[in-house]
């Protein structure tokens, strides 16, 4: 009808007409217009593909605009003072703790770098989950770090918005939104297997409709007050959402969506039934939580019935609470608004990333967000189920969080959904059910009648953390004082969590494996311990946090007495006594762990008393087994009493220490053991210790027992075990009175002795917890300060073999002195040789700062001072149990006793030096030690030490096996009648006479304590018996064969702990009287604080008699008895046995010293031969080219087969050399300084100035115009792609090489290199090495002629050498080593790419061939030079000449040269020497005609001399050819200067020229041959007009001095090739000179001057000339051939005269000082290729192209982009930068290896894939390094870790 007549009508115009209709005040005919087109355009049961509906939308809202035009004007209306940027995972945002409320704050790039954050704590991320900037959000960060934009208010001057811009958007975007909703409604499909992929198709065929809405959002505050009208507003909703009467489609499609909601909130089949039969009143009810129990309403809650079913499914579940309310969060989702329905979808389609931007991008407009946050609440149940049957359960999470973080991150907000949506209540519940979904029976202690659950840990929602996202919002909400104190007020909240806590209790339960190894260990383990960190203890801290002052006491009581309440329930459910069974151990106690740390806190900040939150006596007995069997255990599985329980027991014990969970799991354990200690009876504490370690049967005078539990190699890890865990607990105040700085400073200190630490480990080892290292709680110390204070900087250093090491921090002396705490090192190890590395490091101190140089015991450290209400734990030290352990332990060690340690010896000290520190308060016990009648134990007299200490022991009675030594022993002598009198009583007399003899035994004062105790908690005596006798216990382990029967015997000891020490100290200082009587009056105590056991034994002493003098007097009465301690008989050969096992040792010691110096010193001779790569200093010892070797046959040592010999024709020797292709001296540029790395769009590398491209152009010049094979002889190539040769020195013969070459193809454990590529490693250096060059046989009697000089004319030497060119080379006889010359010129050839070899006009011809030989010579020449800093001023053998092979390289290139004569007519040797006519008649014109001498690049020249005359070349004919090319080279320099001078210079040289030419020495004056260059030259057409221009610019005057020096410079390449290649063949030395006297010093090395006059005066440039014919004819003649050139343009000519031969050093790229500025640019530029930006982009650092790393995009014939760059700029060698991860990668032919980072952190490390994102800077060191081993060619060697990269990178 109408609507139909409207839509043929073309958009725009319909748009502006409705628009103007509905501005009248009449509307109703416009509004009816434009419904009824809506209804036609959006109808749904058209395809959602149908853009035409999109497009109609966009130009109603824009009212007859362009759409972009709109929305611009509605952009100007922008209001917002929001960034509220949304993005998604991998966008790189930054975070500033300085400047950050909350820590979730985010800043996208924008807003940080237009804030201001110098000096803040902050670092660069990439986002995980996607996120949102929240600059200008004052609730999450302080206003003072907004950027420019959002700091001014920028809401107050935008004018207001006039209504009928937006008019239209009203009328149409809620049809829109409909039609969206109803497209999702009717592509949703319930889930099963075959639905995954169509969910996906409809929300594809939507893209563009949820893109139009996301564009809207992005239109600024004035359009998303208009959706946030439309999403809100309930009664649109209702008009639109049911669909109106007459039509079918939209009923249907309600339904569709009714259908869904009612199919959402079930958990699984069988609760289906249950639920829905009685599920809410309407239809649309949903029993949203399916079965869980109370929780909370939502809004809609008042018009629901409540009794929906209560049932609890088919599982053993557990009820959640009896608590009071009667909530139910089974309750309808009903929604009433369009956002509520879109959210609703958005969860059911699970989260799609554009919806979710759509719901963010939102967020701004501060109604929609208090709405959406509502809403989101009353969806989270929904939420969390959806979670729960995703697949994708990991994305997801990441969407949710994205979501939740934006909402809850917000105090305001998040106290406002508290108070209105029961926020808490629902989390807490959605988690209790969540996690109710995979509980399983508790097999802890009952295995039948547990009524306990607990999680199961193997179950994926555990496994793969989905239940994260829930928790963390937990976490999040808990942050916020306002939310976590209505928790904490909220009792039956905290019921309900402290419920869910104890699913976690005893989780994960091991059982000990007793008889075969467990067959499959699952790694569940790590799942657990994820849950209780991020499930209980994560949530803990944070409320932690809100109860640290006094008003908070009350919160702190009540957790406390819940938690208490529940452990109550536990052990209920766990029916527990008084033991745990044996053999089980969970490490997680959550319970436990909130109790303690809460009790922590009440203490610490709160002031609450502890009595008053402890519970009975009773309760704490059992509050302390689980602990101590979980420190009982980590004991068990380091002595390996575990191992057939696998690796995995082992991860868990040290997961259980390890920095991230120790602070929330071992801490907490141990400070509730502190917390028992300090109230329990001492005795039953210290006996419960020893059961639980198994080592009470261990613990009898006797020298033998039996122990039922322990194999006799596990006692002694567990008495240590044992002893360490009670200095541990008697010495450890982290809870018990260190304030949060001592705490902070003690761990900091324990983790950098342990080894060097970077910063960022140190940050990572620390715990978070009592000191958060992110803002600074005030009043305490900062991280930053505390380091500064405990430890100093090392700055990242080189290791000369390249290893690179990164910025350390060590701790200073003062704290190795005075701080080192090894049991805190202890504490903290998850490794324990650890604690071995902080012991070496402390001996290492100790040696260098000659404080004691043997071996030292771990130093006591004193303590601080305990907190008043944990005195009670001093007890431990002084009680008659731990005093009977400590006198048996010390008489043990002193009798040699099995299984006693200097550890065990070490921890007694330890107990007792801590006792005598800690004295008890009430010194009752020191007035009238023997009267207290409860003491009728026959040990020691009362409980104070320091009594203890000086109590004589007579006789003891132990319990032995019949076989011990003891029982043989006879009655003691009769000599004392109390003696005997003694030993037969005990023998007579029963038990109960027991009080009068001074004797007991162990055990039985376990069982008596015990049953003392037990008497005190009102139980039968009978059961206690029971509970008390171990040996009853039907789990214990009996060894096979029967034991031995237990005896009773008596000891005599007659001794005190005091004499023992007294003893003990002879013992270890090995001296009968080591301590005289007087010793201790001129003790120095100050000493005693490091050393080793003697200097403990002294300390404990000393600090005694200053104790009482009581102590003093006994000490000195037990010295003044000087006379030696005779053991019982019995014991003497064992003693004698100790004695010379002590001897043997000390030989062995010996020995082994003796043996390893001699090793020490073969390898240092090894090393002074063997050629080491990277040290300049040492000189090489097989220089392969010296005047020394050459004298008799030059002998061979093959590294394989260890013989000696020469190289022969048959047996060639060969060297073992690494061929590799190189374009560095390609790279070189006229420019000594470094071009920079572009890092904007402006800047740009040209690379048109480089050495390769020069030499190209010039070939290419000369072969336009001249005869191919004469330009293939006048230049060279290589300077790409040339082949570099390079040896480690060694030599070995070639048939061992083949062998060797076999071994290694059939050992199929290959290192990074490909044998198939002919790739090996020195068999002796390992050096990478992939051919071999033969060694020519040495002819040792010619050396001596052809070296020494003859005295012939020069005229002579001329023709001696055009003879010796002539003489034809003769084909070598077919040999071995011909062969293998002929193989290794192949590996050359196939080292480099065809098209570095190929530059004549027909490949492959012997011209070409030719040129590549030749300029083989030259590149390896010129890259020696390169590295010698590209002069040879420094002289001698550098580092590089050392690797070079030049001697025999030239040996090999000549053999193949001698193959190709040259043509005599055309041979340069003659235009050099002779004057020829021209021979422009002889009908050769049609032929191109060769290139003119002028042209010529004469260091090419001089290697094809060398190169094509027979094989040794005499050194006069040397230094001929190297003079006439002399004159060449210096013809060439006056060309090149004349052509820089002005006209009028020149004529004014010209004259002068023709002024001197008269003169005697006319030839070799300079300005004579100038000038007669000048007029020759003169004659060439417009030769000098070419470049008037240029010279016209530059001012400077040419002067004499000038222009010999310009001549010098033009000359002094030449002269340094010619003599660096001297030096190689004739051995001569290279001598060192000042820079200004090179040209000097070259010219006299190479005979050019004659050695007298250098010292009278400097050589001038011109003197060195020697002419063969008349100078000025010859120069005409080299003139004329440029003049005859017609064709040749002159410009060109010009060109092609002036080679400067002189290039600067080859560099990298300069980089910016800060990573950020390449970051910036370079992560989001696209690439220049494929156009997108790549995943992985990647910098190359010779030439800064951008290529995309591993990118499928850029990929040519299977080779990706950076493979293809290395071979087109680095001939194969390729470094790159990869942007994203901070890293250099070198890219060397096949193999690929990781270099490291050039940029450093403030604290001089790496950051790898910048994971910190901390600023990064240049680290100029680094960098060079870089350069070096590039320019070298040494990566190969320095870098160890290659690998092949298959083309992929």
């Known amino acids: 009808m109408m609507a139909a007549s409207l839509l043929r009508r073309d958009k725009k115009a319909t748009a502006a007409h409705l628009k103007a209709d509905l501005k009248r005040t009449d509307n109703s005919a416009a509004l009816r217009q434009i419904h009824e087109l809506l209804d036609d355009v959006l109808n749904p049961e058209k395809p959602a593909t149908d853009t035409e509906a999109l497009d109609w939308c966009k130009c109603l809202i824009a009212g007859g605009e362009a759409f972009e035009e709109f929305c611009k004007t509605v952009r100007s209306y922008d209001n917002a003072t929001l960034c509220g940027l949304v993005w998604t995972a991998n966008f790189v945002a930054y975070r500033c703790r300085t400047c950050g409320i909350s820590p979730c704050m985010s800043l996208c790039a924008e807003c940080f770098n237009n804030g201001d954050h110098t000096s803040h704590d902050f670092n660069m991320f990439r986002s995980q989950a996607g996120g949102a900037c929240d600059c200008g959000d004052s609730n999450v960060m302080r206003e003072s770090g907004f950027c420019r934009r959002h700091r001014l208010r920028t809401g107050e001057n935008i004018p207001s918005i006039p209504r009928d811009l937006l008019m239209m958007s009203e009328l149409v975007l809620p049809r829109f939104i409909l039609s969206v909703i109803q497209y999702l409604r009717d592509g949703y499909t319930e889930a099963d297997s075959s639905t995954e992929r169509d969910l996906q198709k409809v929300l594809q065929q939507l893209e563009p409709q949820i893109s139009f809405l996301e564009e809207l959002t992005k239109m600024g505050g004035a359009m998303r007050t208009v959706l946030t009208k439309i999403l809100t507003n309930q009664q649109t909703f209702k008009e639109l959402s049911m669909g109106q009467a007459d039509n079918l489609f939209a009923k249907k499609n309600y339904e569709k969506y009714l259908a869904a909601l009612r199919n959402s909130g079930l958990v699984s089949v069988e609760d289906k039934a249950q639920s829905t039969g009685e599920a809410g009143a309407e239809g649309g009810a949903d029993a949203l939580l399916g079965s869980a129990a109370p929780g909370s309403p939502d809004e809609s809650s008042k018009e629901e019935d409540q009794d929906a079913g209560q049932s609890v499914g088919k599982r053993k579940r557990v009820k959640l609470s009896s608590s009071t309310k009667d909530l139910s969060i089974i309750e309808c989702l009903k929604h009433k608004c369009f956002l509520e329905e879109l959210l609703f979808w958005t969860i059911k389609y699970e989260f799609p990333q554009k919806k979710v931007t759509f719901l963010l991008n939102m967020l701004p407009d501060q109604d929609y967000k208090i709405t959406f946050t509502k809403t989101f609440v009353q969806h989270y149940a929904f939420i969390m189920k959806t979670l729960m049957k995703s697949h994708e359960s990991d994305t ?44 399983i029976k508790s097999e802890l202690q009952d295995e039948e009648n547990s009524r306990h659950v607990v999680v199961n840990c193997s179950e994926a929602l555990l496994k793969n953390n989905t239940y994260w996202p829930l928790v963390s919002d937990f976490i999040n909400i808990l942050s916020h004082q306002s939310v976590a104190k209505k928790f904490l007020e909220d009792h039956s909240l905290l019921m309900l969590w402290m419920s869910f806590v104890s699913f976690f209790q005893g989780m994960n339960l091991n059982k000990r494996e007793l008889n075969e190894h467990v067959e499959f260990e699952s790694q569940t383990y790590y799942a657990a311990f994820a849950a209780e960190l991020e499930a209980c203890a994560q949530p803990m801290w944070g409320l932690l946090t809100h109860c640290k002052v006094k008003e908070t006491q009350e919160y702190t009581k009540t957790v406390v007495r819940y938690c208490l309440e529940t452990l109550q329930i536990w052990f209920d459910a766990i029916s527990f006594n008084d033991e745990p069974l044996p053999n089980q151990v969970t490490f997680h106690l959550p319970l436990h762990r909130y109790y303690a740390m809460f009790l922590s806190k009440a203490v610490k900040c709160q002031g609450l008393d502890l009595d008053s939150l402890l519970p ?467 003790m120095d105590t100050s000493r005693h604080a490091h050393g080793d056991g003697i200097t403990a034994i002294e300390r404990i002493l000393t600090k005694a008699a200053t104790r009482s003098c009581q102590i003093k007097r006994s000490i000195q009465d037990i010295c003044g008895k000087v006379c030696p301690p005779v053991p019982p008989k019995k014991n003497s050969p064992t003693d004698k046995k100790a004695m010379d096992k002590e001897e043997r040792r000390q030989r062995a010691r010996e020995r082994q010293q003796k043996l390893l110096a001699e090793f020490a010193s073969r390898q240092k001779s090894f090393m002074e031969t063997a050629m080491d790569v990277e040290s300049p200093e040492t000189e090489a010892g097989m220089d392969l080219g010296t005047s020394e070797v050459l004298e008799s046959e030059v002998l061979y040592d093959c590294v394989i087969c260890g013989q000696s010999g020469p190289s022969t024709e048959d047996r060639p020797t060969g060297l073992v050399v690494l061929l590799q292709a190189s374009s560095v001296l390609g790279h070189r540029c006229k420019n000594a300084e470094a071009k920079n790395l572009p890092t904007s769009d402006e800047e740009r590398i040209y690379s048109a100035d480089t050495c390769a491209v020069a030499h190209d152009v010039r070939l290419s010049l000369l072969q336009r115009f001249f005869k191919d094979s004469s330009c293939l002889q006048s ?325 004499p001095q000038s222009v010999e020096f310009s001549l010098q410079q033009y000359c002094l390449p030449f002269l340094r090739l010619a003599c660096l290649l001297q030096h190689h063949l004739y051995g001569d030395n290279l001598t060192g000179c000042l820079e200004q006297e090179e040209f000097s010093s070259l010219a006299m090395c190479l005979g050019l001057t004659p050695a007298a006059s250098v010292a009278s005066n400097p050589v001038n440039s011109a003197s060195c000339l020697e002419w063969a014919v008349g100078a000025f004819d010859l120069v005409t003649q080299w003139c004329g051939e440029v003049k005859r050139l017609p064709q040749v343009q002159a410009e060109q000519a010009l060109t092609l005269l002036v080679q400067d031969p002189q290039w600067a050093p080859p560099r990298l790229l300069q980089l910016p000082d800060n990573y950020n500025i390449i970051f910036q640019y370079y992560h989001r530029k696209s690439c220049t290729v494929c156009k997108k930006v790549p995943k992985d982009p990647a910098l190359c650092l010779v030439c800064g192209a951008f290529v995309c790393l591993k990118g499928v995009c850029c990929k040519q014939q299977g080779i990706c982009e950076c493979v293809l760059h290395s071979q087109h700029c680095g001939a194969a060698t390729g470094i790159f930068l990869l942007i994203n991860a901070s890293v250099i990668i070198i890219i060397r032919g096949h193999r690929f290896c990781l270099w490291g980072s050039v940029y450093l952190d403030a604290h001089g490390e790496e950051d790898r894939d910048l994971r910190r994102g901390k600023p990064l800077f240049l680290c100029e060191e680094r960098y060079r390094v870089l350069e070096q081993q590039w320019v070298s060619h040494t990566f190969d060697h320095i870098n160890k870790r290659w690998g092949p990269h298959y083309n992929g990178l």
Request: charged letters at 20%; glycine letters at 4%.
């Open 396 to 439: 997801m999470s990441n969407r949710i969080v994205h979501i939740s973080v934006q909402l809850f991150s917000n105090e305001e907000l998040a106290r406002h959904v508290t108070e209105e949506c029961q926020l808490l209540d629902i989390m807490v519940t959605v988690l209790l059910y969540m996690m109710e979904s995979c509980l």
């Open 616 to 1082: 009975d006596q009773e309760m704490l007995m059992k509050i302390m087994v689980h602990p101590l069997q979980i420190q009982a255990c980590l004991s068990e599985i380091h002595s390996n009493m575990w191992v057939r329980n696998g690796l995995q027991i082992k991860g868990q014990a040290m997961t259980y220490v390890q920095s991230h969970f120790c602070n929330s799991m071992i801490d907490p354990d141990i400070y509730l053991l502190q917390v028992c200690a300090s109230r329990l009876d001492p005795d039953y504490f210290i006996s419960s210790v020893f059961e639980r370690f198994k080592v009470v049967d261990l613990l009898t005078m006797a020298s033998q027992h039996q122990n039922a539990v322990l194999d006799s190699e596990q006692e002694r890890p567990m008495l240590e075990g044992a002893l360490t865990f009670l200095v541990i607990l008697t010495s450890l105040r982290i809870h018990l009175g260190m304030t949060d700085d001592e705490i902070l400073r003690a761990e900091m200190v324990s983790q950098l002795c342990m080894n060097d630490r970077t910063h960022s480990s140190l940050l990572d080892l620390i715990p978070e917890n009592p000191n958060p290292k992110s803002g600074i709680v005030p009043g305490s110390c900062s991280f930053e300060e505390m380091l500064s204070a405990v430890a100093d900087f090392k700055a990242p250093v080189f290791e000369p073999g390249g290893s690179m090491q990164q910025g350390m921090y060590t701790p200073k002396a003062e704290v190795w002195e005075n701080e080192f705490d090894p049991i805190m090192v202890v504490l903290r190890t998850v490794y324990r040789r650890d604690v071995q590395s902080a012991m070496d490091r402390y001996s290492a101190f100790l040696k260098q700062s000659g404080i004691h140089t043997g071996n030292p015991w771990p130093p006591y450290k004193e303590r601080t001072p305990l907190h008043p209400c944990y005195k009670g734990l001093i007890k431990l030290l002084h009680c008659k149990t731990l005093h009977i352990v400590i006198f048996t332990l010390l008489y043990k060690i002193w009798m040699d006793h099995q299984n006693m340690s200097e550890h065990v010896l070490c921890m007694v000290l330890y107990l007792i030096e801590l006792g005598l520190d800690n004295q008890v308060q009430d010194n009752k016990e020191d007035e009238e030690p023997c009267i207290e009648e409860h003491c009728h134990d026959s040990w020691f007299p009362g409980t104070n030490l320091i009594s203890n200490l000086h109590h004589v022991i007579n006789f003891v009675r132990v319990r032995v096996p019949e076989t011990a030594p003891e029982v043989k022993r006879e009655a003691p002598p009769s000599t004392s009648s109390e003696a005997t009198s003694y030993g037969q009583n005990s023998r007579r007399l029963s038990a109960n006479w027991r009080e009068n003899l001074r004797e007991a035994q162990v055990f039985s004062l376990v069982a008596e304590r015990r049953r003392k105790f037990q008497e005190i908690i009102n139980r039968s005596s009978s059961e206690a018996s029971l509970v008390v006798r171990p040996k009853s216990s039907s789990t214990r382990w009996v060894p096979p064969g029967t034991p031995p029967q237990l005896v009773t015997e008596i000891l005599e000891i007659r001794e005190s702990m005091l004499s023992l020490l007294v003893k003990l100290h002879q013992k270890l200082s090995s001296k009968q009287n080591s301590l005289s009587e007087s010793w201790l009056d001129n």
């Open 1275 to 1599: 230049v060279s190539i290589g300077w790409d792609g040339g082949v570099y040769v390079q040896t480690c020195g060694h030599t070995l013969h070639i048939d061992c090489h083949k062998s060797y070459m076999e071994s290694l193809r059939n050992d199929q454990v290959l290192q990074g290199f490909s044998v198939d590529k002919g790739e090996f490693t020195c068999p002796l250096c390992r050096q990478f090495a992939n051919s071999v060059l033969p060694c020519r046989p040495g002819r040792s009697s010619e050396a001596g002629a052809w070296h020494t000089p003859t005295n012939k004319k020069t005229i002579v030497l001329i023709k001696e050498v055009e003879a010796l060119q002539d003489k034809l080379g003769l084909f070598p006889m077919e040999s071995n080593l011909s062969k293998e010359m002929e193989l290794v010129i192949k590996d050359i050839k196939n080292t480099t790419q065809k098209k570095y070899m190929d530059y004549g006009k027909n490949p492959g011809s012997p011209d070409n061939d030719f040129l590549f030989m030749y300029s083989l010579a030259r590149t390896n020449l010129e890259l020696e030079l390169v590295y010698r800093g590209g002069n040879l001023c420094c002289g001698g053998a550098s580092a590089a000449a050392k690797r070079s092979c030049l001697n025999q390289l030239f040996h090999v290139l000549a053999m193949h040269m001698r193959l190709y004569s040259i043509d005599s007519a055309y041979n340069p040797w003659t235009k050099l020497t002779q004057f020829t006519q021209s021979r422009e008649t002889d009908g050769f014109d049609e032929e191109r005609p060769e290139v003119p001498m002028l042209f010529r690049d004469v260091p090419s020249l001089l290697i094809i001399f060398v190169l094509t005359m027979p094989q040794p070349l005499r050194k006069e004919h040397f230094t001929c050819v190297v003079k006439m090319l002399y004159n060449l080279q210096f013809i060439q320099a006056l060309a090149a200067l004349s052509s820089k001078l002005r006209p009028e210079e020149r004529q004014a040289w010209c004259s002068t020229g023709a002024a001197k030419k008269a003169r005697a020495n006319a030839d070799t004056s300079f300005e004579a041959l100038l000038g007669h260059v000048i007029s020759e030259l003169s004659k060439c057409d417009s030769l000098y007009a070419a470049n008037t221009e240029d010279i016209m610019l530059s001012s400077s005057v040419w002067s």
